[in-house]
């Protein structure tokens, strides 16, 4: 694992908003997940509106627990002190065979130094090894 930390501002989610309602635009999964109401406190619909300076930003609550990540393997981890639902990795190989991730290294590294995979294009990450 290299140790390469993703910049947080990258995995910002950037939409303008009044209430948390309005934050739930555009975010809502395909296929067959349980419904959830948004915003909701449940993951990963536990949005909320901050407003600062007369213009209001949505911050996402995160995960808490493994299990609120509803797909399999992975994992919550905190990274930059929210919850994020990542594919946990040891090496680069972990991330193609169990995590079924072709392209993607072990680069990411979260607050608590637990390795999770990454596209190394998505961080700008040297992919030189």
């Known amino acids: ?5 993703p910049d947080p501002v990258a995995c910002e989610f950037d939409q303008p908003c009044s209430v948390a309602a309005d934050c739930c635009e555009g975010t809502q999964h395909p296929g067959s997940l349980p419904t959830i109401s948004c915003p909701s406190s449940n993951y990963p619909h536990n949005w909320t509106c ?5 213009a209001g930003h949505c911050v996402h609550g ?16 905190q ?3 929210i919850g994020h639902c990542v594919a946990p990795c ?3 190989a972990d991330c193609g065979t169990e995590q079924n991730m072709d392209g993607a ?6 607050d608590l130094d637990e390795g999770f995979c990454a596209e190394v294009e998505q ?6 090894g």
Do not use: H, I, K, N
């Not at 694992?1 to 930390?5: I, P, Q, R, S």
């Not at 901050?50 to 007369?54: K, N, Q």
């Not at 290294?105 to 979260?110: A, D, L, M, T």
């Open 1 to 5: 694992m290299t140790g390469y930390e």
């Open 50 to 54: 901050v407003v600062s300076g007369g």
């Open 62 to 77: 995160g995960c808490s627990t493994d299990s609120d990540c509803v797909v399999p393997g992975l994992e919550c981890m």
């Open 79 to 81: 990274l930059g002190g």
């Open 90 to 92: 040891d090496d680069d």
């Open 105 to 110: 290294r072990c680069v990411g590294q979260s």
């Open 123 to 128: 961080f700008g990450a040297d992919s030189s």
